[in-house]
């Protein structure tokens, strides 16, 4: 009796349990591929690399400006920083089920993935994306936390 006692147990417990670990393996993957981005995206301002905006059911409505303008990449690492730190804060929020939206909404930000600059080669984006297929193909739910 114990043993069906327990399985009517996990049986009303494991959803929510599930929907909890997609929902972080969901955060995760997301911050992969926005720290990815973020890190290959070409800088001069720091305009672009600091415009990877995660938005929670709805798109991102506008550009930003540059997090710590600067000239030549002159504040790239601490820009990058802080960019994967908004984005990381508005993953924060995230609740099972909610709809994740990762944009740039930079002026130049397509021709900057075409391979405009000689910073990074084209496809930034769709290696992004790669980076975080590869993290979720490999992630591990964590059930029962």
Not at 30 to 39: K, R, S
Not at 89 to 100: F, I, Q, S, T
Request: hydrophobic share 40%; glycine share 8%.
């Amino acid at each position: 009796m114990a043993g069906l006692l327990e399985l009517e147990r996990l049986c009303s417990v494991l959803p929510d349990q599930i929907e909890f670990a997609v929902n972080e393996v969901t955060k995760a993957t997301v911050q992969t591929m926005a720290n990815d981005l973020i890190d290959h995206t070409p800088v001069d301002t720091t305009e672009h690399a600091s415009n990877w905006q995660v938005a929670i059911n709805q798109r991102p409505m506008f550009g930003l400006p540059a997090i710590v303008p600067g000239s030549k990449g002159s504040t790239a690492p601490q820009s990058r920083q802080e960019a994967k730190q908004h984005c990381a804060r508005a993953l924060a929020d995230k609740l099972p089920g909610e709809m994740v939206d990762l944009a740039n909404l930079g002026p130049v930000i397509e021709d900057l993935n075409n391979g405009t600059s000689t910073q990074e080669p084209a496809g930034m984006v769709p290696r992004g994306i790669r980076k975080g297929q590869m993290y979720a193909a490999t992630a591990k739910l964590v059930i029962g936390k």
